[in-house]
């Protein structure tokens, strides 16, 4: 599910459809004196396009484009919010993905570079979609940024990001792939422990890794002389 609070809307994925729908009905839903039966409101959506097993959903940053995944062969597919609003439901652009599905969808939060949405797919390949010009950025080796990538988050600027990697190791990058610093294996994790939900920033200068049922399994907050906490604020 994904919420675009200034245009009113939320998208939501269903086992076979998109479910557009618009936030002030859903708050009338809730508020509504009608009974609820086995706690659940009724809601008619705006929208309802038949999409089979759609696995992301979200909107960017500046709420221009609605973006969704395939749960099989892969690929994003992108809506121009304001042709939704209007009942238009073509896609406004497509980008392939090999077939390979993807793990993650990470919109840019930063509006001068809401375009930029970071793709991390099934066999941890890190990628960045541009969708004003509805391509994959290329970084010194193509269009993958970077391998063995579970999780990702952006900068709270949105100038870099931070992938996260099997190995309980992360990199902080450009959107273009240099690399600014490596982030060690954090001391306190025992075995093969490692992160599956990285990387929250907090206030910029945090990392969390996380497991998969959002456990914190790490903190990090004193980094190595590569990597100064003021950096990760850029």
């Known amino acids: 599910m994904s919420i675009a609070n200034r245009n009113g809307l939320v998208a939501a994925a269903a086992p076979h459809a998109l479910i557009i729908g618009e936030t002030d009905k859903i708050r009338a839903a809730f508020t509504d004196d009608a009974p609820a039966e086995n706690n659940i409101k009724s809601f008619i959506p705006s929208l309802t396009i038949s999409i089979p097993r759609v696995s992301q959903v979200a909107f960017s940053s500046d709420e221009s484009f609605l973006v969704i995944c395939a749960d099989e062969g892969g690929g994003l597919a992108g809506y121009n919010v304001q042709s939704l609003k209007q009942g238009n439901t073509q896609f406004a652009f497509q980008l392939a993905t090999n077939g390979i599905p993807v793990r993650a969808l990470v919109p840019n939060p930063a509006e001068e570079t809401a375009h930029l949405i970071a793709v991390v797919l099934a066999n941890g390949q890190l990628m960045l979609a541009n969708l004003k010009d509805q391509t994959f950025m290329n970084g010194p080796n193509g269009p993958s940024l970077r391998e063995n990538v579970s999780c990702v ?82």
């Open 153 to 234: 988050s952006w900068s709270t600027r949105g100038k870099q990001l931070v992938a996260g990697h099997g190995t309980a190791t992360a990199v902080q990058l450009t959107p273009e792939g240099a690399v600014k610093a490596e982030i060690p294996r954090p001391p306190q994790l025992d075995g093969d422990q490692h992160g599956e939900f990285l990387l929250l920033l907090l206030s910029a200068t945090c990392v969390l890794m996380m497991d998969s049922l959002g456990y914190i399994l790490a903190e990090q907050r004193h980094f190595s002389n590569d990597l100064h906490p003021d950096q990760l604020r850029t």
